[in-house]
């Protein structure tokens, strides 16, 4: 079945660091791939996303590019703050049975 | 506004009482799904929904049920609930699109004693 493989954490980073969270997967298809974020005490929340290979999704300074021949799909950031600490999960969905499969989430913690 | 709303956020109680977590989302989706949050495994799915009287079990189904008679709705039963059913809790809607965004609930704490 479909799966995503990402480091747990927790990533600590001093603030204005560059930051990368791996994301690989495996799927059957061409799927569709996400960035999800979730800030303490709330839900998930879309960050970017990409639905074919080569795209690069991007929003408030993260990107990450669909990467078939290495089924990855990355983020980065130049510059990470204080207010960017949070929990990403990277997600895909494939084929047409609307199925989505998350990554287990990785806690970003950015300090002074 | 566009939301998904849950209730209750925040539930505790004994093992073999009978308990419902509503699910409702105003956006016109036709997607609906359930997951648990768990740490160190991340978000699974238990079910989802892809209409009005169509559901489908996810990774997780074991101990749940669903239905789906209105759009809008989707409730997680859990008829029987046990300690291990202790998690956090999240409804998404989203519409069934190859590139769907699901739009999430606030989630649900549960704890089963």
């Known amino acids: 079945g479909d799966s995503v493989t990402q480091m747990e954490g927790p990533v600590t980073l001093s603030e204005e660091a560059f930051l990368t969270i791996n994301c690989t997967y495996t799927a059957t298809g061409y799927p569709s791939l996400f960035w999800y974020v979730q800030y303490p005490g709330e839900g998930l929340q879309l960050l970017l996303k990409a639905t074919k290979a080569d795209d690069k999704g991007s929003n408030k300074g993260f990107e990450a590019t669909y990467r078939k021949e290495t089924t990855s799909f990355h983020l980065e950031k130049g510059s990470v703050q204080v207010s960017d600490s949070a929990v990403y999960f990277c997600?895909?969905?494939?084929?047409?049975?609307?199925?989505?499969?998350f990554g287990i989430g990785t806690k970003l913690q950015v300090i002074p | 506004e566009a939301q998904v709303t849950q209730n209750p956020r925040y539930l505790i109680t004994v093992t073999g009482k009978k308990l419902t977590v509503t699910c409702s989302q105003n956006?016109?989706?036709?997607?609906m799904s359930w997951y648990r949050q768990d740490p160190g495994l991340g978000l699974r799915q238990i079910y989802y929904s892809m209409n009005v009287e169509v559901t489908d079990k996810g990774d997780v189904p074991e101990g749940y049920k669903v239905s789906r008679k209105e759009k809008r709705n989707f409730p997680l039963i859990l008829e029987s609930p046990s300690p291990n059913q202790t998690s956090l809790y999240f409804c998404?809607?989203?519409?069934?699109?190859?590139?769907?965004?699901?739009?999430f609930g606030p989630g649900t704490r549960l704890t089963v004693l």
């Open positions: 997600a895909l969905v494939s084929g047409g049975y609307q199925k989505v499969t």
């Open positions: 956006m016109n989706h036709e997607y």
């Open positions: 998404a809607s989203s519409l069934l699109t190859s590139s769907n965004e699901q739009f």
